[in-house]
């Protein structure tokens, strides 16, 4: 008998020395040969399953009913607005440049007032005597006060 605990004893020997060895360095070539399962850990599990619960909570399901819009075109009378302007402010007489709504002198031009073609000191406005000296048929007339105009050729200007 006594031989047959010793072939068992290193047959145990051997087989304990093997499997300690070969569970404790994961990285030995004969891990390859046996395929071990390891337990994942509990937590992890549990954590995931935490999340997947808070995940629950942030969504909602909602039926959403949607219409397409349909487009309503309305009439819009716009009023049609005509301007009616006095004939006054669309007719220049003397072609001066000025309607005659806003010329002070409708009836002669304006550059009459400022020109003198004879030479006699008087606007071709107020000349009496085109081509001849105004002031020859003045001659008996007097200035009353004295500010260098004819009495008579002032009342004649002012009408």
Not at 11 to 36: A, D, E, N, R, Y
Not at 47 to 75: F, G, N
Request: proline share 4%.
């Amino acid at each position: 008998m006594k031989k047959n605990i010793f072939p068992i004893f290193i047959l145990f020997f051997f087989l304990g020395s093997f499997s300690f060895g070969f569970l404790s360095v994961k990285q030995s070539s004969l891990h390859t040969l046996i395929p071990i399962a390891y337990a994942d850990d509990d937590e992890d599990d549990d954590d995931d399953e935490d999340d997947d619960e808070d995940d629950d909570d942030r969504y909602e399901t909602k039926s959403i009913r949607v219409e397409k819009a349909q487009p309503i075109y309305k009439t819009v009378l716009v009023p049609i607005v005509k301007i009616t302007i006095d004939p006054i402010f669309t007719i220049d007489s003397d072609r001066d440049g000025l309607f005659d709504g806003i010329d002070p002198h409708p009836k002669v031009h304006e550059r009459e007032y400022f020109t003198d073609d004879d030479d006699d000191g008087v606007a071709n406005a107020f000349d009496l005597y085109k081509g001849e000296d105004d002031f020859s048929y003045y001659s008996e007339d007097t200035d009353i006060n004295e500010n260098g105009i004819i009495d008579s050729y002032e009342t004649m200007g002012s009408r």
